[in-house]
């Protein structure tokens, strides 16, 4: 069973975003869509051992300049409990595993792309200032005109372990197809046996 998960990022209400994900703003719970059916920002989402979760994110005014996609997972905690580095590289221990970041083609030409690179758990950035050094995983984005792409994140839920995981979702954010911003959030999966 796959999950899909559609963040409605609206620009007009974002600050000024960080030029590096080293210094991507915190930004409260957008709206999105669960499977299709609109959710509300604070619904914790259930989700069955080893089943796939796909994220998208999307301008929520359908603004044609204006251009998201995710491009970080951050593991935050797990049933109240820090994780770490070590506990997400152990696929007995983590509540996900590796993400991964692709593009499907889409209908319109778009201004972000992912670039070529070999994601890897690692500590977020110390300037982080409400998650500094919990795990992420991240790749990098870049803007410009390309071909039409829509971009995700996806990762698999653990068939070992259940209870609450609380991560952290960042995205790239380009208004001119020039220059990205970054930002990020922190959702909750509700992982069921």
Do not use: C
């Not at 030029?19 to 709206?31: I, K, L, Q, T």
């Not at 919990?134 to 870049?142: F, V, W």
């Amino acid at each position: 069973m796959t999950t899909n998960i559609t963040f409605l990022i609206d620009s007009n209400t974002l600050p000024k975003g960080g030029a590096s994900v080293n210094n991507a703003v915190a930004v409260a719970h957008p709206p999105f869509l669960l499977n299709g059916k609109l959710s509300d920002p604070e619904t914790k989402v259930p989700i069955a051992r080893g089943e796939r979760v796909v994220i998208y994110t999307q301008e929520k005014n359908h603004l044609p300049t204006v251009k998201v996609a995710p491009n970080g997972v951050i593991a935050h905690s797990f049933q109240g409990d820090p994780l770490t580095v070590a506990i997400m590289k152990d696929s007995s221990k983590r509540p996900i595993d590796i993400p991964n970041f692709d593009m499907d083609p889409g209908p319109t030409p778009d201004f972000i792309a992912y670039l070529d690179n070999n994601t890897q758990w690692g500590p977020t950035p110390s300037s982080w200032t409400n998650w500094a050094n919990n795990p992420l995983i991240e790749q990098d984005l870049q803007a410009s005109m390309t071909r039409s792409y829509i971009p995700y994140a996806t990762f698999n839920a653990s068939t070992l372990v259940n209870g609450e995981f609380q991560y952290g979702l960042v995205f790239g954010l380009t208004r001119d197809g020039k220059t990205v911003e970054y930002f990020y959030f922190d959702p909750y999966l509700v992982i069921s046996a």
